[in-house]
């Protein structure tokens, strides 16, 4: 077998699982706060707009603490900083439970305790999904990341998909030892994250030169591969943190990654109430809202693959965005239960498929302790959206009384972030090593920039 096949191989089989598994429990105890509400607001006397605000906040702790995070990752190593992110989101994601109890304790309202507990969780989860999208840099090749990150991030729809009949399912221990279903949900889903904490210490590997697991010509086969890419992209332009944090090209695809999460926190928040709208028991709910993430795990590696094998990058991105756009401007002016589902689905294809593609973008130009930093940068800014989406969801939902204008302000943001990629300068030749065939465009030969 080729050098570079099995080399690689053994390295997705190494990780990607395992990374996979990470992010499924970190993503789950993130939006399962969508599921919680379908009980928990009514428990904690919570509206609309309290509860989008709540399900938000968490992205604005998140923006203030993920580039420091993400600086200490590459500092310490991220087998020992995963660790200690997914243990102590973990602890906050299972005191989620104990909403009231910490209400009586304190005498503060519930409703303050709820947004404290999300704030706390963003602190505790920053730089977890960009330390993440980093380590992978350090393992995989360009021409790989495309779908590598696919494969990873498969996990969000994943999470939804597995998740979400599990979390109706859940629901129904109500009244269960004296706890709502909504309180058993984020004691059961936050174990996994405590549990996971400790295999992270024992399985993870910080970069090649550690990989005893590889063989000798394998590490080195992969250690000089990823020397020979950064030198090449070093050799164009060398980025200081300090400068890709301020870089208009970071800025940009911060501005993208805004626009797709809009689409998807504003819609993973609120779908539960949603599909719920429609008469349905809690589990049938669960497993209503799964469909457009069946979608989008599909599109999530289809179109990461695609755009590995034509090295584009662009119009993969804008494409997926507009689709995501047009099923939820379509899906807003929808009244039928089944052609609501429909055109979410759709929607579902362009959310998930262009988010492993973004991820090719920045690790085409960054390297190092840059790539951290600009990493981290571009998930803080973007997140934000994870905010500005559900905020704005509870809002006009209390001001209309219905979903539809809140998902026309959704499509809206995934329109921004097409337009914002289309304007972007990307250069594909810094994702290929001259003489490698193996790293040359196979779908636009001899075109430099997508």
Sequence with gaps: MDLEVRTMRRVTVRLVPFLMLCYFIAYLDRVNVGFAALQMNQALDLSA??????????????????VPSNLLLERFGAR?????????????????AFIPDIARFTGLSSAHVFFGLRI?????????????IFLLTLWFPAAY??????????????????????????????GRGGLGGW?????????????????????????????????????????????????HREAVRHFSVKEALINPRVLAIA?????????????????????????????????????????????????????????????????????????????????????????LSIAGFGIFGCLPVIWALPAAFLSGAAAAGGIAAINSLGNLAGFFGPFAMGWIKDSTGGFGAGLLC??????????AVLLLHHDTSLETVHGNPHQRPTGEAGIAKS
Excluded at 85 to 95: E, H, K, P, R, S
Excluded at 125 to 132: H, K, R, S, V, Y
Excluded at 155 to 171: E, K, N, Y
Excluded at 259 to 264: P, V
């Design 410 to 419: 959704l499509s809206g943001a995934g329109l921004i972030g097409m337009a």
């Design 120 to 132: 706390l969780l963003g602190v505790a989860e920053a730089g977890f999904f960009p330390g993440i």
């Design 49 to 66: 707009s309290a509860f989008g605000f709540g399900a938000g906040v968490f992205f604005l702790a998140y923006f203030f603490f993920e």
């Design 80 to 96: 020992r900083w995963i660790a200690r992110i997914m243990f102590t989101w973990g602890i906050l994601a299972g005191a989620m």
């Design 183 to 231: 309180q058993w949900l984020y004691l059961i889903e936050a174990l996994p994250a405590v549990l996971l904490s400790l295999a992270v210490l024992l399985y993870l590997t910080d970069k090649p030169a550690d990989a005893s697991w590889l063989s000798t010509d394998e590490r080195d086969w992969l250690i000089a591969r990823q020397k020979q890419e950064r030198e």
């Design 255 to 343: 501005l993208i990654y805004f626009g797709a999460n809009a689409t998807n926190y504003g819609l993973s928040f609120f779908l539960p109430q949603i599909v719920k709208a429609f008469g349905l028991t809690n589990l049938q709910t669960g497993f209503v809202t799964s469909l457009p993430y069946v979608v989008g795990l599909v599109s999530m590696i289809v179109w990461g693959r695609h755009s590995d094998r034509h090295l584009e990058r662009r119009w993969h991105v804008a494409i997926a965005l507009f689709i995501a756009a047009a099923g939820i401007a379509a899906a807003a002016g929808l009244d039928d239960p089944v052609q609501k589902m429909i055109a």
């Design 145 to 174: 990341r495309g779908r590598v990150v696919g494969y990873f991030m498969a996990a969000i729809p994943l999470s939804t998909v597995i998740g979400g009949p599990i979390s109706g399912a859940l629901l129904s221990l109500d």
